[in-house]
């Protein structure tokens, strides 16, 4: 302790003896320690992404056209594409919303050994590859699955029962994909919460229930926003689960643009889609932000 | 036991409480498990339990050239990958905790954004760059493309590191007559050590375990272990398949204790100082 404060002063003597333009020399470098990511990042990312917007409103000749964006917002089979990825995305972010607040409640509120455990339980599907997950959920759910096999065999059902290749199967495959991202933002607030608070009005004779309605549950909205902000983003973008989870029906905005562009070749309409996507991601973003903050969305909330 | 103020006891309230996360946990994990089981199996058939058990499936994938071929490239192109995102990532992270210049916060937005830019949408954009680069089917491509996804996770573990770290101890190694680099390298480095292990473990695990980029951008001549995994569940939904989702979750496992590891060391470590 004493040692580092002596360091310290040493710091701050070094730095009032420096010349006055080289005021901050340990501030001025590491700025330029951004420049790889920044170029890297700019010619890998930004560049496609810009190219990409630059498509969607171009001509086969080469000039402007706003052609795409007509045919997007006047063709109905495009809404019906919009519409099921946004309805899947709202019953997904309101699921898990559900079943992510009470877990995450627990796990800030559970003895360490508890938590360590619970966290566990979050942290390993989180990083497990959503393929494996997808897979099994098809052997848990398919049509002569575990489920289904253990249902005939009871004799609980007679035929069995539909849950995968429709709107039922990619709503089970999203939830278990993003509930993480729900429960790990609404727990790094309440960690945070200052536990008086809740005592406090527990002391002054508040139920436990009222106590954590009118307490605990608004100083932890922020952590539920991100959560349903991360979630509903995520959501909308989605491809992996609905193409193996759903049926022909469940098409999504994600996976019309996979098939304008593997079955019509059409780029100019794909690049069109992508930036419907894009600009709806970040409609979200900006909603979120206004909210609560962009610190709070973009944050390293419960990723280490 | 340190029962925090705002616990609501062990009446029914916190039994239901439990026995709700518990479901929910159960959710999460069954599924994950129930592969694993069922790898197990000896015949072609899902069956939970196994009535035979046997390490069949596994030996099919030993034996298989394109299983040990998809494997080796995943394996390589998510080693460059980490190498790649740690070399920019570690410096930007240390740029965007401790610079003070102008346009950070946009950037820090610009650098961490494809966390949440569908990843179709950057396949599309990323197909048209690398086609005119006659890149498409190169493990070199993918290896970039998953860079792109790798490199905000780095950032952002290690930003919030170097954040948690009083840059004091750097000014007093400059004081001490250390160059700007040398301070970097022996003092800021070591102390986000945990931070660099988890981030190096995550960007290792986003590259291995990435579809849909794999799918857009492997073409014919690249096929990772995901994309091969993807075909086979397309197309065939063999057995083995139940295979190399255990040995994914074996993979996973093993990285997430690597994390836990280089935690629990350095935390051992600071309370041997203090």
Same mark, same amino acid.
């Given at each position: ?23 901050? *020399? ?19 990312? +930004? ?12 001509? *086969? ?18 809404? /019906? &594409? ?6 899947? #995305? ?6 898990? &919303? ?11 509120? #559970?003895?360490?050994? #508890? ?12 990083? /497990?590859?959503?393929?494996? =997950? ?13 489920? $289904? ?12 029962? *539909?849950?995968?290749? $429709? ?17 790990? *933002?609404?727990?790094? %607030? ?15 004779? &508040? ?41 022909? =029906? ?22 069109? +889609?992508?930036?419907?996507?894009? %600009? ?8 979120? #932000? ?15 | 036991?340190?029962? @925090? ?221 995901? @994309? ?5 569940? @397309? ?11 255990? !040995?994914?979750?074996? !993979? ?19 309370? @041997?100082?203090?």
């Amino acid at each position: 302790m004493d040692g580092a404060e002596i360091v310290r002063q040493l710091g701050w003597t070094w730095q009032s003896s420096l010349p006055e333009q080289d005021h901050k *020399p340990w501030r001025a470098r590491p700025g330029t320690m951004i420049l790889g990511a920044v170029l890297f990042l700019g010619a890998v990312y +930004l560049l496609p992404m810009l190219t990409l917007i630059g498509w969607a409103f171009s001509d *086969p000749k080469g000039g402007i056209t706003l052609a795409q964006a007509t045919r997007l917002l006047t063709e109905g089979a495009y809404h /019906t &594409a919009f519409v099921t990825t946004f309805r899947t #995305a709202i019953i997904t972010t309101l699921v898990c &919303a559900l079943l992510g607040y009470p877990l995450a409640f627990l796990m800030a509120t #559970a003895s360490p050994r #508890a938590r360590t455990l619970l966290m566990a339980g979050v942290i390993i599907p989180f990083w /497990t590859s959503v393929l494996a =997950r997808s897979l099994a959920w098809i052997i848990l759910l398919g049509k002569r699955g575990i489920i $289904n096999e253990w249902l005939l065999a009871s004799g609980l059902v007679s035929a069995p029962l *539909p849950f995968l290749f $429709n709107s039922l199967g990619v709503q089970i495959g999203m939830v278990h994909v993003l509930l993480p991202f729900m429960v790990l *933002p609404i727990w790094a %607030v309440l960690m945070r919460l200052d536990q008086a608070l809740p005592s406090a009005a527990r002391s002054l004779g &508040a139920s436990p229930a009222r106590a954590f309605i009118q307490v605990v549950l608004p100083l932890s909205l922020p952590g539920l926003v991100a959560g349903c902000v991360l979630v509903f983003m995520l959501a909308i973008g989605f491809y992996i689960t609905p193409a193996l989870l759903g049926g022909d =029906r469940d098409i999504t905005i994600a996976s019309l643009i996979e098939m304008v562009v593997r079955d019509l070749l059409d780029w100019p309409f794909a690049a069109m +889609l992508s930036l419907s996507l894009m %600009v709806s991601v970040g409609t979200v973003f900006a909603f979120g #932000a206004l909210l609560i903050g962009v610190e709070r969305l973009t944050g390293a909330e419960g990723r280490t | 036991m340190h029962p @925090k103020g705002w616990q609501i006891g062990m009446g029914w309230g916190r039994i239901g409480l439990w026995v709700f996360s518990s479901a929910v946990i159960i959710f999460l994990i069954a599924p994950i498990l129930v592969v694993m089981i069922v790898s197990f199996n000896d015949t072609t058939l899902f069956e939970l339990p196994p009535v035979r058990w046997s390490l069949r499936w596994y030996g099919t994938l030993l034996q298989s050239r394109e299983w040990r071929e998809a494997f080796w490239l995943s394996l390589w192109v998510a080693a460059a990958v980490t190498a790649l995102a740690l070399l920019l990532g570690v410096p930007a992270g240390y740029a965007l905790a401790r610079g003070q210049f102008f346009g950070r916060r946009l950037l820090e937005f610009v650098l961490v954004s494809p966390m949440v830019v569908p990843v179709i949408v950057l396949a599309l954009g990323l197909y048209a760059l690398f086609a005119r680069l006659g890149l498409i089917g190169r493990p070199a491509g993918l290896l970039m493309a998953h860079a792109v996804l790798a490199l905000p996770i780095v950032i952002v573990i290690v930003g919030a590191a170097f954040r948690r770290v009083d840059a004091g101890i750097e000014l007093a190694a400059r004081a001490c007559g250390a160059s700007f680099l040398r301070a970097f390298w022996s003092v800021s480095l070591p102390s986000v050590r945990p931070a660099l292990i988890s981030a190096g473990a995550f960007a290792f695990l986003t590259s291995f375990d990435e579809v849909v980029l794999a799918l857009f951008l492997g073409g014919p001549g690249a096929t990772t272990l995901p @994309k091969r995994i993807w075909e086979a569940i @397309k197309f065939e939904l063999d057995p083995s398949l139940t295979a190399v989702s255990t !040995l994914l979750v074996g !993979l996973t496992l093993a990285a997430l204790l690597v994390v836990e590891l280089g935690r629990a060391n350095a935390s051992r470590e600071t309370h @041997k100082e203090s």
